[in-house]
């Protein structure tokens, strides 16, 4: 049995570095697409299907004594009618669009960036650093980036057929370069 590795290569500060992953990885790869995916679908729908969901009361109970330096923010949000308006549609329908993007694997580096944006903002929402820096919001924006640096949705993923899409002749992706930062 032979064992097939994929190279990274990267250049920081004028030097380069490489590494290899085993060909193995891609299945780990797609686990964690899939994770991501379904956390977010599950957590967007029970949204929308909850009877009177608003976000007000999460973004009212946030930040309010623990030192979360975005402590002025959130109180301006939850204080801003039409702000509160916009989360309670942004929020349940971004958690829903994102987790159908990354789990079927389309357009998945953008579904994957806002996803990743979208942690942050709950990472600085649910601020409380008694333990540490590191939470769990913090490790799924690290994993919905290297979801989209992994190029996740091109393993078993609707962007590896997206990209091939002929376009007057051309692979989608060699006709309009800039969507590689879209899909994969």
Known sequence: MTTQTNTFETRIFGRTFTGQAHSLSAWFVLALRLMMGYAFLH????????????????????????????????????????????????VPWGQLLIGLGVLFGALTRLAAFFGAFMMVLFYFGNWDIAHGYVNGDLAYMIVFLAVAALGAGRI?????????????????????????????
């Open 43 to 90: 957590a967007g729908y029970g949204k929308l299907t909850e009877a009177g969901w608003s976000a007000s009361g999460y973004l009212a109970n946030v930040a309010a004594t623990n030192g979360n330096p975005l402590q002025g923010v959130f109180a301006w949000m939850v204080a801003t009618p039409w702000f509160v308006d916009f989360v309670n549609v942004a």
């Open 156 to 184: 078993v993923g609707l962007d590896a057929y997206i990209e091939r899409l002929d376009v007057g002749g051309k692979a989608l992706i060699e006709r309009y370069p800039v969507l590689g930062y879209l899909l994969g």
